[in-house]
Every structure is written in C-alpha cells, then in structure tokens.
C-alpha cells in the first residue's frame, strides 16, 4: 500500500479522536498542517489547545501525547498505539501521518501500515517512554 496523505502548503487535515481518560464520549480534535521539517499538530480539547512544530506528525504526536499524559488522558488511536511506529519510508514520505503495526522477530511488509491518527480495536494504549522502548525491542528482534 502506498500512499501519500502528506498535506500541501496550503492544506490542513483534520482527525477526531475520543479522549481516554476523560468524559463518556468526550473528544480532541487534531489539525495538522505543514510538512516535513516543520510539521504543525494543533490538539483542541476541553476548550484548551496544545500547539507544537515538529520534523514530522509522529514526533509532534509524542509531544502533545506527553502533555495530555500529564493530565491521565490520551487519544485513541493507531499513534499511541504500543506496538505501532513511524519508521523508514512510511514517515520520510508522509511526514509520520503513517506507521507499522510492529511484530517482534518479523520485518514490517506494507500489509502493517496504519493511518497513525487513525483508530480500531487492535490499540494497546502506552506512554511515549513504552513505545519508545517496544520500538527499540523491536528493532533488535528483527537484526
């Protein structure tokens, strides 16, 4: 599967995700705008906002995930996901708008990639910190 959902200059996407931790059906609605190098992620919740520019959306994911971690709530979706990752040409081409569903002792295929802002039962919630750390398991089952 290949695909480019990387926003243009002047394009902002926008994704709807219920926030765990909070209220029954309560949500936070991403913005992303930019591309790689300077990737915009705005998180509109609870009449808050959560700004950040990062090298790309995964990474400014991370970030906004930290903050809402900090406060017991997350978003549910493939991003926050334990065993999910941008890496390689999935994050290069789409600015981390993509990732892989990760398998230890097994190299990703493009049967793996997931929409990282996107959402189904397969999500095992983790901070950045565990997914870091499954990525790096990973990364040394797979050498």
């Not at 913005?31 to 990737?39: F, L, N, Q, V, W």
């Not at 808050?48 to 959306?57: G, H, K, L, N, W």
């Not at 990760?102 to 999500?123: H, K, P, S, Y």
Request: aromatic residues 10%.
């Amino acid at each position: 599967m290949k695909r480019n959902i990387l926003p243009g200059a002047h394009t902002m996407l926008a994704f709807h995700n219920m926030l765990v931790g909070g209220e029954t059906n309560e949500t936070v609605r991403f913005e992303a705008s930019g591309k790689s190098a300077t990737c915009h992620l705005r998180a509109c919740y609870r009449g808050r906002v959560i700004d950040v520019t990062a090298t790309d959306f995964f990474e400014a994911l991370c970030q906004i995930r930290e903050t809402l971690a900090l406060q017991g709530l997350y978003p549910l979706c493939h991003g926050v996901s334990l065993d999910v990752y941008s890496i390689g040409s999935s994050r290069n081409l789409n600015s981390g708008l993509l990732a892989y569903r990760l398998t230890m002792g097994r190299q990703v295929t493009q049967f793996d990639v997931v929409e990282t802002f996107g959402c189904n039962a397969q999500i095992t919630p983790a901070t950045v910190a565990e997914q870091r750390d499954f990525y790096s398991q990973w990364l040394q089952s797979t050498a």
